[in-house]
């Protein structure tokens, strides 16, 4: 008598699309231009490309907004555009480095929520590099289904040698409230992507951000997961594509980053496990205690920053400087720490006076992965850390033009929600944002105290 | 060269899990615990059936917690056990009505949770309601397919004509952290369903809350949509299930919830479609611009509040003079509202002196669906309009014992994520809950100024 049901993905996310950022019409415009745009920068610089993006909004009859984002990336084979933009949970970013793709739904949120107000499918121009042809599709999603559907197809010779990939999607919102936050974004955007040029065009404005430096920074590379972040599902399955005869210290040094034999060795003997022991022969039990001392083993390697690609001070300084243009600013990129095994690198950024307006708290200016975040500041833990500092100790008095900007960059940011919108305090995070801040804010101090001298010196 | 992947739901949380709400050890427990108590309430007073549930936690060797949760309600029939537990988007909650449950993930998320820290599947005991025979089933997921795995399954004769599940799960998390939320979700809980028996049993507690009424709130039907909460997606497959000649008018009335034939026909009027149009002729444009047309007319009934199942003032205020012990108490339950074609009721309830601790800020106890909220406060429409009341004009000087009791029940409640914490500031609900708040705060004032009199009376 009792109705069970069976949701696919993109039913439950069209039934639930506030959760991942869609919750009215105007978000929903200013999440659909994000996931865009954040795919367009991802299919540039993760590939040596420097970025060329172009974001035009129109508003049409009847309040339908045409949005089109086009890159100059690397393109999408014609063999993966249907599932690419037509199915929940289908990416090419599951794996262990930096990006600002992780979910395999941004895209396709954008897609279901230009359908459920217009119907009309997201039509798709791409060619990959040095491909003979350009594709354009039109792609729909069979919603209940998960499936993508397909109308249009159509082959164009590549004359040019183009290559990139061009989203165009028309769906019904609220423009003029969405647009302030669409342009904010943009312009936070290329305050740390100085090496992009960012091109955005609309009715009532334009915004063009020309490169203002051809290095690009180097692209982060995939890693192995680090032994403090396994968990018995992890091992179950690695354990069970391992071959025959392979001995757990082999499975370890081989599976995870950071570990050699030598290592591999010492943790079997603190664990009180036979390191020659087949892998294939431990049970369930086994795996629990295994992935449970894992976590607890005091002696493994830090993870290594090779899947993560920081700003750098010296970009960061320029971003806030051309962008707030203060009198003063600084910036900290803190050491590689970890949590749960993810690495992650902390940077902040302090910029006082000139042209930063006065205010009773700093204005907070949060990145991860390079990505600006807009809302939800109160739950975020940068906000939570720049609220634990008394400024008083670093000699700024409020009312004060002060702006912090803080950039966590990992494997897996750990954000709050689908809709990456604030991240959550893991007790690592928050620490390293603040040791972060206080170095900023103490730079700021010697500066104040500096200008405090001066003007004493003048008295006389 | 690009190396794309698929994957299933189940996949997705597993390695997301923190968007779920299972963020750390302490807070995974906290989850798991509320995932089984909502829906052993929702498997009891959804039928007619005065709930009793029994919550165990027990601590065992080498910090695994085993969690143990069983109610009388109606069970689950053997043939959707498997799927009940072990398929994620698996549920019977995807109607339109109000129930705690709405994802179909909850149980699926503790579930995985246990897996991935012991390897371990979750225990089921169930029978429905006249069953001859109880099922034991061991419940794993095959997290890459999204499928159940069942081992040890027992069929055993029902002597005593029990009915009810009893689900048993085994992880590894942080007790002793977890603990005081969890006993502070229970009390909760308990203050606002008098009518359930719930017993919590822990190493280091015991709470006891005794059923104080035998009246069970009527159960809320299921409903039809209501027009204002149309999109392109639904009005599409509705009529595509439509039969050959159904017209506009007549689908309209039997789709949507207070929508009579005359009605239809007055919007059809105002919109400019012809009422007697064979429905089934619509195009894609048509149907995008009925959907906008059903989203703007002023002319429809109100959503009706079948399908909610508010508290009532009297249940709120014994509630609340039974755990808070204040010397004044009221509540309002405000008349119903919607958002986006869902109906919504707002409840708020004041305490204030007696054994209230005197605080800065008044004291927010959140609910919504029955479901108490102990995180996120920050993001929370309730919280945000709590900061937006001046106390002062209802004669209440900070410090001061008073404390804030909200619900929102809705059946769609805007939550902010999966792990279901924070409600978002949606216009209508935000209005309501300011309504509620300042009434409340009203019959307040009018009790502090007799007190005042009262005072005045006795100097002299
Ligand atoms: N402009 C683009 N150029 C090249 N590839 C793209 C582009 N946009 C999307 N893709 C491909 O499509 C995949 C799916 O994109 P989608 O936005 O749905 O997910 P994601 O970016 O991987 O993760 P997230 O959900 O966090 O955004 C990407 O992983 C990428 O491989
Ligand atoms: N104790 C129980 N008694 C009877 N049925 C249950 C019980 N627990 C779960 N179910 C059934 O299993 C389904 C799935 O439960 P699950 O918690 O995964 O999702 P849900 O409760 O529907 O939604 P949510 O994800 O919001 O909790 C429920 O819809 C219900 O039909
Ligand atoms: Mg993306
Ligand atoms: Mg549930």
Redesign the interface.
């Given at each position: 008598r009792?109705?069970?049901?069976?949701?696919?993905?993109s039913?439950?996310f069209?039934?639930?699309r506030?959760?991942a950022g869609f919750?009215?019409p105007t978000r929903a415009v200013y999440q659909a231009v994000r996931e865009l745009v954040e795919n367009a920068l991802d299919a540039t610089e993760m590939y040596g490309l420097l970025p060329d993006v172009k974001i035009e909004v129109g508003e049409e009859a009847?309040?339908r907004v045409r949005i089109c984002v086009e890159d100059n990336g690397?393109g999408v084979?014609a063999l993966?555009v249907p599932?690419?933009f037509g199915?929940v949970?289908?990416?090419?970013k599951?794996?262990l480095r930096q990006a600002r793709g992780v979910?395999?739904l941004g895209v396709k949120m954008a897609v279901l929520y230009a359908?459920?107000?217009?119907?009309?499918p997201v039509r798709i121009r791409t060619a990959t590099r040095k491909s003979p042809f350009i594709y354009e599709f039109d792609v729909l999603i069979d919603?209940?289904r998960n499936l993508p559907v397909i109308r249009n197809l159509r082959v164009l010779r590549n004359v040019d040698g183009w290559h990139g990939t061009r989203v165009e999607l028309l769906l019904?919102g609220n423009w003029q409230q969405a647009r302030r936050r669409v342009e904010e974004y943009i312009r936070r955007t290329a305050m740390i992507t100085p090496y992009a040029t960012i091109t955005f065009r609309c009715p009532q404005s334009s915004l063009t951000f020309e490169r203002s430096s051809s290095k690009l920074p180097p692209a982060p590379a995939v890693g192995k997961p680090h032994p403090k972040g396994v968990?018995?599902?992890?091992l179950?399955?690695m354990v069970e594509r391992c071959r025959r005869g392979a001995t757990l210290a082999k499975f370890l040094s081989t599976h995870f980053d950071g570990v050699g034999p030598i290592t591999a060795q010492k943790f079997c003997e603190w664990a009180g496990f036979d390191p020659n022991m087949e892998v294939k022969e431990l049970r369930?039990?086994d795996?629990?205690?295994l992935?449970?001392k894992m976590q607890a083993y005091g002696g493994w390697r830090r993870p290594r920053p090779i899947t993560l690609s920081p700003l750098g001070e010296e970009l960061l300084i320029r971003g806030v400087k051309s962008v707030l243009k203060p009198e003063f600013a600084t910036a900290v990129t803190r050491p590689p720490s970890s949590y749960a095994g993810h690495p992650f690198i902390v940077e902040v950024a302090i910029a006082y006076g000139g042209e930063v307006p006065p205010a009773e708290e700093p204005i907070l200016y949060r990145f991860a992965n390079r990505i600006p975040l807009l809302y939800?500041e109160?739950?975020d833990v940068a906000k939570k850390v720049v609220r634990k500092i008394d400024w008083s100790v670093y000699k700024v008095k409020m009312p004060a033009p002060l702006a912090v900007v803080t950039h966590i960059c990992s494997t897996k940011v750990?954000?709050?929600?689908?809709g990456k919108e604030?991240v959550?305090d893991?007790p690592e995070v928050e620490r390293e944002l603040e040791m972060g801040l206080r170095e900023c804010a103490r730079r700021l101090r010697r500066h104040l105290s500096r200008l405090e001298r001066m003007m004493e010196v003048k008295r006389w």
């Open positions: 009792e109705r069970y049901e069976q949701l696919s993905p039913e439950f069209y039934r639930n506030e959760v919750s009215n009847d309040g690397v084979s993966e599932n690419v199915r949970f289908y990416g090419s599951y794996v979910f395999g359908q459920l107000t217009t119907g009309q919603v209940e019904r968990d018995v599902e992890m179950r399955r369930v039990e795996l629990e205690e992935a449970a939800d109160g739950v750990p954000f709050k929600g689908v604030a959550a893991v």
